[in-house]
């Protein structure tokens, strides 16, 4: 099998670098050996990417869940363990379960969906990362392995493409 060779193309625009990607793709290099980075996030659609599924909503909601449950023995359970009459007033008032009922939902909600966000997003990330100037500058970029063989035709293909510098980086595999 050949060795494969970790490569950088760099895009000044969005149409060349989504043809470079399909292109890419017809060369037979696969969706899992490319990373596309740029300083705007494009939408999947735009640079024809497979959607990339997240549990954080799944979390989020699994947050609301449990903080209605908190609520809800907030409201519900406290006075049933402590039960205090005062003057004539219902043990079990629902008007403070909307506020309290609420406020705790949401609490969970956005609590949960923060959490959730920084272990999709792979924080804190203690490992070194590439810095490429280029792409606070506007450019995409595309990082891609490939097998060594096909390396000149790969380059050859991104820079007709209209890439600015495709060239070899020292980067983990993909």
Do not use: W
């Not at 959607?51 to 979390?59: A, E, F, G, M, Y």
């Not at 609520?71 to 043990?91: D, N, R």
């Amino acid at each position: 099998m050949a060795e494969n060779i970790t490569l950088l193309a760099l895009f000044e625009d969005i149409d060349p670098a989504a043809n470079g990607i399909e292109r890419l793709r017809d060369m037979g290099i696969k969706n899992d050996n490319m990373e596309i980075i740029s300083g705007i996030p494009f939408s999947h659609h735009i640079l024809g990417r497979p959607q990339i599924s997240t549990s954080v909503p799944r979390l989020a909601l699994g947050g609301a869940f449990v903080g209605m449950i908190i609520a809800l023995f907030l409201i519900f359970g406290i006075p049933e363990l402590f039960p205090l009459y005062v003057g004539g007033q219902p043990l079990f008032a629902f008007p403070p379960f909307y506020i309290v009922g609420f406020e705790m939902t949401m609490l969970g909600l956005m609590g949960t969906a923060f959490l959730g966000l920084f272990v999709a997003g792979r924080f804190p990330a203690y490992e070194k990362k590439e810095y490429i100037p280029e792409i606070s500058d506007g450019k995409i970029a595309i990082i891609f392995s490939c097998p060594a063989p096909e390396q000149e035709k790969i380059i050859n293909a991104m820079t007709d493409l209209g890439a600015v510098s495709v060239k070899p980086v020292e980067a983990k595999d993909l």
